[in-house]
């Protein structure tokens, strides 16, 4: 069990907009730790979509946005395209122990 | 162009021990934190170690700890994952990444192809 959780699943016609959520508690996301996401086609290496939270790298389109509140961060993708359908995680920072990296479990976004 | 090339990686029975190793090029080395993260067949990713660019920080995930231990050689651009009392559910493949800044808490901007690691008798 992932201590982020993420939806297993998200789907979305082509065009539309949907939401990918990631939770987590007082000692990561809650302690202050940057919120990042990744982008995983299928046999590929995951891919660096949103880092700090709100921002993109260099390549990465404008229709990939990340928000984070409190304990919660949120992934947003608008326009979906047939190619946006892939695993995506987000991964955090945990301070309960020692300092751990932490991944959420990933969700399998579909577009229908 | 980043490049990290991981090798290392193959078949080993239980309770063996194996190291990989990633070969980086295309940026300063020792600029610049190093992670392991792995995935098992069919899952998702999972954090394994990182360590800072003077490998002054290392953290290692619960799975892991005591059991493996994460270096690096700056002179040789290298990061390495030395693995011991390998257990099945060690069978993933085991990805380098490269943090985007010195410190260990910070995205991982670069990522490479992996190196398979299968536990077996």
């Known amino acids: 069990q992932s201590v982020l959780t993420q939806p297993p699943s998200v789907s979305g016609a082509p065009g539309q907009r949907i939401t990918i959520s990631c939770t987590g508690s007082?000692?990561?996301?809650?302690?202050?730790?940057?919120v990042h996401w990744y982008q995983q086609l299928p046999g590929t290496a995951p891919k660096l979509l949103i880092f700090g939270n709100t921002n993109r790298p260099s390549g990465v389109p404008d229709r990939f946005s990340g928000s984070k509140s409190g304990t919660s961060a949120s992934l947003a993708i608008t326009g979906l395209q047939a190619e946006d359908e892939a695993d995506y995680y987000c991964q955090s920072y945990d301070s309960s122990l020692s300092v751990e990296g932490i991944f959420g479990g990933g969700t399998k976004l579909t577009v229908l | 162009e980043v490049q990290l090339v991981e090798s290392g990686g193959g078949l080993v029975q239980p309770g063996r021990s194996l190291r990989l190793s990633c070969a980086a090029s295309g940026f300063t080395f020792d600029d610049y934190a190093m992670h392991w993260v792995r995935q098992a067949p069919g899952k998702g990713l999972e954090w394994v170690s990182g360590?800072?660019?003077?490998?002054?920080?290392?953290g290692y995930a619960d799975s892991v700890r005591g059991r493996f231990t994460i270096s690096r050689d700056n002179a040789k651009n290298s990061l390495y994952l030395q693995m011991s009392s390998l257990r099945p559910e060690d069978t993933a493949l085991y990805y380098c990444?490269?943090?985007?800044?010195?410190?260990?808490?910070?995205?991982?901007?670069?990522w490479g192809q992996g190196t398979l690691v299968t536990v077996s008798s």
């Open positions: 360590i800072s660019w003077n490998s002054g920080r290392i």
């Open positions: 007082s000692s990561n996301i809650g302690a202050g730790y940057d």
């Open positions: 990444a490269k943090a985007s800044e010195e410190t260990v808490t910070t995205s991982l901007d670069f």
